[in-house]
Every structure is written in C-alpha cells, then in structure tokens.
C-alpha cells in the first residue's frame, strides 16, 4: 500500500535550521509530486510548497521563499524539506502528503507528522 | 492568494443528524476544491476531491457540492466515527489554500 513515513520530532533552537525527511512506498515516487503542509498547536493547514520528484523542480508559497529548501533523493524514494532561520512560530507539526494524481493539487495519503519545536 | 473562508467554525450536533458545511472562497475557483477529515492527533484524511467526487473508500453519507465561489461538505447521518474537524482546500492556484476549519462536536 501506499504509505509516506516521516522522520521524527526535533527541537530546535531560534535560528537554527531543520531538515525533515518523507521515505515513500508503495508506488513509483518520481510519478506524483509531494507536497508539504503545516499545522502550528491548535491552528489550520498551511501549505508551504511542491517538489517534482521527477525534475526536483519546486514550487513554494511566498510566505516561505528564502527560507525552505525541498529536495529529493530518488535512490531511496525519500523527499525532505529544510526550513532555515527558524522562530518561535515555525513550531508546528510539518506534514508530507502525496498528489492524489499526478498534478491534481489533493492530498492523498499523508504522512504521519513530524512535531518540530523552536524553543531556546 | 485565494482565501478560503468555511462556515460554521464549530457545530454540535447528535448521532443521525444531517450537518452541512460551507466553503467559499475569494474569487472563482471552478471545482478546484477538496474536503478533509482530521481527528485529534492524526494527519487529514482526504474525503471529497474536484468539489463533489467521493474518495475511495470514504461512506457514502459524505457528499460534497458546489462550483465557482461556494461549496458545501454533507454528512446525511452523523456517525460517532464523525465527529472531527473538517477542512477545505482549493487546488486552483498557488499558493493552495485551506479554509479556517470546522470542528464537529457532540451534542
């Protein structure tokens, strides 16, 4: 089946940099775009961006330019997405999650979260 | 950017109740629209997708509809199962959007 299995939580500190990883299975990784998503505590999703793991060609939302880096690795069917320069308010569950088709713009599957905390 | 702004932000409601959700969004997004469940803890779960296409393997007391500007999340017969917060997500452009969220809570 299909499944994407994040890395897990972090912490870090104001500043700082963290890289979080997305090992997919269960179908052909360079077919469907990956995407990733935010929800900081008690708060919505937020999409921060794209990866072509075909090309490594990305998309990102404004909000995030200059300051997240989506890459992949296709050897061992792994996507990750770095987020530099860290705040308090990066603290968030970060969430991979798969085209439905390839470019359809849905979510489907999901990971299963990775917790990153920005605290000094 | 498209803003998308659901309605009500919160709803209590019994087991068998009919429960409907709103989503419209900023300017015209055609049937770029998703739905999703989300359980506390838990990734979302994709339920409805291109505004009222049932994902596989989601009951069939989901239903979704709309085109344009203002879409609508149906749950003929809530379930126990059901009770969650509910989000859409339009795919028309970039930056994709969410809405706000709608919590579905027991009466």
């Known amino acids: 089946q299909v499944q994407l299995v994040q890395s897990g939580a972090e912490v870090q500190k104001p500043g700082a940099s963290v890289k979080v990883s997305c090992k997919a299975s269960g179908y052909t990784f360079t077919a469907y775009y990956m995407h990733w998503v935010r929800q900081a505590p008690g708060q919505g999703l937020e999409w921060m961006g794209r990866?072509?793991?075909?090309?490594?060609?990305?998309n990102y939302a404004q909000k995030f330019q200059g300051r997240v880096t989506m890459t992949r690795d296709t050897s061992i069917s792994t996507a990750y997405m770095e987020l530099s320069r860290l705040r308090s308010d990066d603290t968030a569950v970060y969430y991979c999650?798969?085209?439905?088709?390839?470019?359809?713009?849905?979510?489907?599957?999901w990971g299963q979260g990775t917790l990153v905390t920005v605290s000094s | 950017d498209i803003q998308m702004t659901q309605s009500p932000s919160s709803v209590s409601a019994s087991v068998g109740d009919r429960v409907t959700i709103t989503c419209r969004a900023s300017?015209?997004?055609?049937?770029?629209l998703a739905w999703y469940q989300q359980k506390p803890g838990k990734a979302p779960k994709l339920l409805i997708y291109a505004a009222s296409s049932l994902q596989s393997g989601v009951p069939s007391r989901f239903s979704g509809s709309g085109s344009g500007t203002d879409f609508t999340l149906t749950i003929s017969s809530l379930q126990p199962e059901d009770f969650a917060s509910y989000y859409c997500q339009q795919g028309n452009s970039f930056p994709l959007t969410f809405g706000g969220g709608t919590k579905v809570e027991i009466k």
């Open positions: 300017q015209g997004i055609s049937s770029w």
């Open positions: 990866i072509n793991p075909n090309t490594g060609g990305t």
């Open positions: 999650a798969r085209d439905r088709a390839s470019g359809s713009n849905w979510f489907d599957p």
